[in-house]
């Protein structure tokens, strides 16, 4: 049994901490701001809830750590988890560590949305079944709680950030790489 932190509390991140509670994990579901009604429910899994959680002075003591897609590599609260031996990872580094099929990550400077985008379309047409997340913020194709629990069939198909990137143990089966200039540094 892990102690395993899970960083926020929109649906992902409440979806991540149940599931990882389901397995019977120590979980502490934690954010700056107030946490939502579905976070709160949590604790009746015993799942630990801190609102308002000063995580850049006070992250805990964690065996793991999946941190929001926006938290900076540079945040206190990264280095303070890693000087403590925890390993920080995001929720695409849990899909692409659990999922039994092919996964095709899309990273780069720019276009990685509408890669995803045009490969499922490319993919759906010549008969695959295919599974992306369609709920992430601002539009983008990043893993979401749509791929939990990971699918058994087809292909996954995901936007992986340089801020995913900066929070994965694990890679996908193949990476594509949509263009080289320096930007997103």
Partial sequence: MKRILVE??????????????????????????????????LRASRV????????????????????????PEVAPRVALLRESGCIVRCL??????RTP???????????????????AYLLRTAG???????TARAGNLWPTAELLPPPADGVVLMELTSSHLCFTTH??????????????L
């Fill in 8 to 41: 926020g509390f929109d649906r992902d991140a409440v979806v991540l901490a149940r599931t990882l509670a389901r397995e019977g994990h120590r979980v502490t579901l934690a954010g700056q701001g107030d946490a939502s009604q579905q976070a709160l429910e």
């Fill in 171 to 184: 890679s996908p089966t193949i990476a594509v790489i949509t263009c080289f200039w320096p930007d997103h």
């Fill in 101 to 119: 099929v092919p996964t095709i990550g899309v990273t780069g400077t720019a276009g990685k949305t509408t890669t995803v985008a045009f490969l």
């Fill in 48 to 71: 630990v809830v801190r609102a308002r959680a000063s995580l850049d002075s006070e992250p805990g003591h964690h065996d793991e750590a999946f941190l929001d897609v926006w938290t």
């Fill in 92 to 97: 695409g580094d849990h899909v692409l560590e």
């Fill in 128 to 134: 695959s079944t295919v599974h992306t997340g369609t």
